[in-house]
């Protein structure tokens, strides 16, 4: 992050982020409990991240292993409170080997900035599958279920407070639901685990955001619901 970024007033991030600060205001929707259960796939279960990141290397569960250069785990802080799901590695992604290295990436930064996080202090990213799809098309729902086992390793080794849930694959790998994210967004929705019960908030990709940054202020609404269900 460049030293000018860092000088940015909360205000100014909103700006940025294309929310009129006023928005902030708005009382998000009551939490409703829609007890919903993610798909179940099978991966070797692992007790520590050396292994769980070296098997998701590895793992040749799909086709998306012969075409990727690398699978990308995640990265951020195992003790975070915030896991962020996206849906798959793109190209600078399958390059870089981490989530989020391009312009999705940089406009989820400011997202988290405005509520004063960093991706790497306090949040981890990572994706519904670990692998690029051909062409940066969206992963399908084998795709999701194969690489599903993984992401659950990671809710389990993370114990998050929250997940937020970028995009429809997002939401399907987290809740084991196809549905549109207008009709799961403002809802809060639970991933169980254990006798705990982890809040789920969906909201729109950052990708879509770039493509309709009219909707911002909308995916503003979503951490501010996420941000309140962590502090219930
Ligand atoms: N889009 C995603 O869903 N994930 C990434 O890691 C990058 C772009």
Same mark, same amino acid.
């Given at each position: 992050? !460049?030293?000018?970024?860092?000088?940015?007033t =909360?205000?100014?991030?909103l700006?940025?982020?294309?929310?009129?600060?006023?928005?902030?205001?708005?009382?998000?929707?009551?939490?409703?409990?829609?007890?919903?259960?993610?798909?179940?796939?099978?991966?070797?279960?692992?007790a520590?991240?050396?292994?769980?990141?070296?098997? #998701?290397?590895?793992?040749?569960?799909?086709t998306?292993?012969r075409?990727?250069?690398?699978?990308?785990?995640?990265s951020?802080?195992?003790?975070?409170?915030?896991?962020l #799901?996206g849906?798959? &590695?793109?190209a600078?992604?399958?390059?870089?080997?981490? &989530?989020?290295?391009?312009?999705?990436?940089k406009?989820?930064?400011?997202? /988290?900035?405005a /509520?004063?996080?960093?991706?790497?202090k306090?949040?981890?990213?990572?994706?519904? %599958?670990?692998? @690029?799809?051909e062409?940066? @098309?969206?992963?399908?729902?084998?795709?999701?279920?194969a690489c599903? $086992?993984?992401?659950?390793?990671?809710?389990?080794? #993370?114990? &998050?407070?929250? #997940?937020l849930? /970028?995009?429809? &694959?997002?939401?399907?790998?987290?809740?084991?639901?196809?549905? !549109?994210?207008q !009709?799961? @967004? $403002?809802?809060?929705?639970?991933?169980?685990?254990?006798?705990?019960?982890?809040?789920?908030v %969906?909201?729109?990709?950052?990708?879509?955001?770039? @493509?309709?940054?009219?909707?911002?202020w909308k995916?503003?609404q979503?951490?501010?619901?996420?941000? =309140?269900?962590?502090? %219930?």
């Amino acid at each position: 992050m !460049s030293a000018v970024r860092r000088e940015l007033t =909360q205000t100014q991030w909103l700006e940025a982020l294309g929310v009129d600060p006023f928005w902030i205001v708005d009382t998000p929707q009551p939490a409703q409990e829609l007890a919903l259960q993610p798909s179940i796939a099978v991966v070797e279960k692992t007790a520590d991240w050396t292994s769980l990141d070296r098997n #998701i290397r590895s793992c040749k569960n799909c086709t998306l292993s012969r075409s990727r250069k690398q699978a990308v785990p995640g990265s951020g802080d195992h003790q975070a409170d915030w896991l962020l #799901i996206g849906e798959a &590695p793109g190209a600078e992604e399958d390059m870089a080997g981490l &989530p989020f290295a391009g312009q999705s990436g940089k406009l989820l930064d400011a997202m /988290l900035a405005a /509520l004063g996080l960093k991706r790497d202090k306090g949040v981890y990213l990572t994706n519904a %599958v670990k692998c @690029r799809p051909e062409d940066n @098309r969206t992963p399908e729902a084998a795709e999701i279920d194969a690489c599903n $086992g993984f992401l659950s390793q990671q809710i389990e080794q #993370i114990q &998050p407070k929250v #997940i937020l849930a /970028l995009g429809r &694959p997002a939401a399907y790998a987290v809740l084991g639901h196809e549905a !549109s994210i207008q !009709s799961m @967004r $403002g809802t809060v929705h639970y991933r169980q685990l254990g006798d705990r019960k982890i809040p789920v908030v %969906v909201s729109y990709h950052p990708a879509y955001l770039l @493509r309709e940054p009219a909707e911002k202020w909308k995916a503003w609404q979503d951490l501010l619901l996420a941000r =309140q269900s962590l502090e %219930v």
